[in-house]
Each structure stands twice: as C-alpha cells, then as structure tokens.
C-alpha cells in the first residue's frame, strides 16, 4: 500500500511509551504499530475496509513440521498456523525453543511438512522475520527464502 500522507498529532506522555513498549515486543517501527493499530480500529468499525498488505494471501492450517536451524544438528518440532507461496506463521512450543535458535529475525533454517495431497515432504529453506511470544511458545513469522521446485509446485496446488 502506497503511504503518501503524514499524520501528525499529540498524545499522553504514557500513551506514547506503551505505544513504543508494544512497537518494541512486536519489532515493529512505532509508525507501523500505529498504522496498524488504526486499520484495525477502522476495519472493526467496518469503516474501512479490509486490505491485505500481503503479496500473497495466506491460508489458515495446522500443520506438524520440524525445523532445522541451519548449521546445527538439531531437530525442533513446530506447528505451521497459517501459510501463503510467501511464508509461513509456525508456532515453535516452549519445550523446544532451545533446540533450534530462530528466534531472531534473519534467522534461516529449514522447515519440513507434509501435505495430505502429497506423497513426498515439502522442504522449504525460511528467514525468520518477526517472531512474537505467545502463551504457548513462541510466534515466528517466517519468509521462504529457497524451496525445490517439486516442493514449491506442490504447495502452490495445495493452496489453489
């Protein structure tokens, strides 16, 4: 979307400091996290309607998938909560924050998972670049980065 206005105005001293403390935990810019704030506002007011920022759409699932950091051994275990041809959401439980360290954006590593319609695994290389805590664990929003073209070409009719 094409930010073209400036929007100027005066807030409480401890308004803009919770602003900035959420900004800061969602590693968003303040600009961003006000801009977003008020799109939902207008979106749940239904005067605005809803935009999709995104390139492309994503498509709510659960689906089990192991994560490898790149250059380490170990094997972690996530769940992917949504997915798009872009990216994926993937909640890594608490148990198994420790074994692979993508928890900071730029971060890449490896996801396998499997499509009911598929006989063979989706492999797909990711950068992290937001990741959030959750109750559960941790929220990492990840960009796909390289897949095998097999693996890529199956997700796309998947998500068709």
């Not at 403390?21 to 600009?31: A, G, K, P, T, V």
């Not at 997915?83 to 730029?106: F, H, M, T, W, Y």
């Not at 890449?108 to 009911?116: A, G, T």
Request: glycine share 6%.
């Amino acid at each position: 979307m094409k930010k073209d206005k400036l929007i100027c105005f005066r807030t409480s001293k401890k308004l803009h400091e919770l602003l900035v403390q959420i900004s800061d935990e969602d590693r968003r810019s303040l600009s961003s996290m006000i801009e977003m704030i008020l799109t939902q506002y207008l979106t749940n007011k239904k005067a605005f309607p809803g935009i999709e920022m995104r390139k492309h759409p994503r498509k709510p699932v659960s689906i089990p998938t192991f994560i490898n950091q790149q250059g380490h051994e170990k094997i972690g275990k996530g769940s992917i909560m949504d997915i798009s041809l872009g990216g994926a959401r993937i909640l890594i439980p608490r148990d198994c924050e420790q074994d692979i360290a993508v928890n900071s954006k730029g971060a890449k590593f490896n996801i396998v998972f499997d499509l009911s319609t598929e006989n063979s695994p989706i492999k797909i290389t990711c950068e992290s670049t937001r990741v959030v805590d959750a109750e559960d664990g941790i929220i990492v929003g990840a960009a796909f980065v390289d897949a095998e073209f097999n693996s890529y070409k199956s997700l796309q009719t998947h998500l068709m």
